[in-house]
Structure formats: structure tokens, C-alpha cells
Nanobody, 117 residues
Framework: QVQLVESGGGLVQAGGSLRLSCAAS?????????MAWYRQAPGKQRELVAA???????NYADFVKGRFTISRDNAKNTVYLQMNSLKPEDTAVYYC??????????WGQGTQVTVSS
């Protein structure tokens, strides 16, 4: 029903930056949805990185505050994650999440972010 297409992952050196994008398409009839980025590193559970609600309110995991910024473009049904000052411990597969009230979440396929020392 909803498809999420992610882009922007890759290999970057510590201290560098990446910008992830996630474009939603399909059966989207309004902008009343929340979107978020999660990540999962080897041997760890998937964890919330940042989220943005339909009115633009944001929240961040403590480990990315001051470094990452989440934003959305409602006209494009797209969410972005600007990642600055990247650290090796940020290495993970990053997943886009799309959520509407009383409906199952949708997930992107994941995009690999690798930060070298």
C-alpha cells in the first residue's frame, strides 16, 4: 500500500556527513502521518534515531542530538536525515519508518551507513 524508497547511504570517514532521503508513495491521501529513522547495528536491537510528526514536531535519540537533523517535505512525502559529525559507532543499517494512526507501520528496505575511523 505504501512504498518507501531510501537513498543516501554509503561509506564516509569519521567527522563527515551524509544526507539520507526516504520518499513515500502509494496509498497516501494526506500528510497526517509520522515518519522516523531507525538503525540497527550488528548484534544490537533496532533503535529509534529520530522522528518527525505530521505537524513537524521532532524528537531524537540522545546519541544523535546536536549532530543529526530530521525534516520532512509534505509536498513530496519525503523525510530526510542530515547526519553530521559522524562517528564509527553510527555504522548501521538505517531504516525509514512510516506510521499512521491505527494502521500497521511501513518500513523501507534499509540503507547501509558505514563510518570509518
Amino acid at each position: 500500500q505504501v512504498q518507501l524508497v531510501e537513498s543516501g547511504g554509503g561509506l564516509v570517514q569519521a567527522g563527515g556527513s551524509l544526507r539520507l532521503s526516504c520518499a513515500a508513495s502509494g496509498s497516501i491521501f494526506s500528510s497526517i502521518y509520522a515518519m522516523a529513522w531507525y538503525r540497527q547495528a550488528p548484534g544490537k536491537q533496532r533503535e529509534l534515531v529520530a522522528a518527525v510528526t505530521s505537524d513537524g514536531s521532532t524528537n531524537y535519540a540522545d546519541f544523535v542530538k546536536g549532530r543529526f537533523t530530521i525534516s520532512r517535505d509534505n509536498a513530496k512525502n519525503t523525510v530526510y536525515l542530515q547526519m553530521n559529525s559522524l562517528k564509527p559507532e553510527d555504522t548501521a543499517v538505517y531504516y525509514c519508518n512510516f506510521q499512521r494512526r491505527f494502521r500497521p507501520d511501513y518500513w523501507g528496505q534499509g540503507t547501509q551507513v558505514t563510518v570509518s575511523s
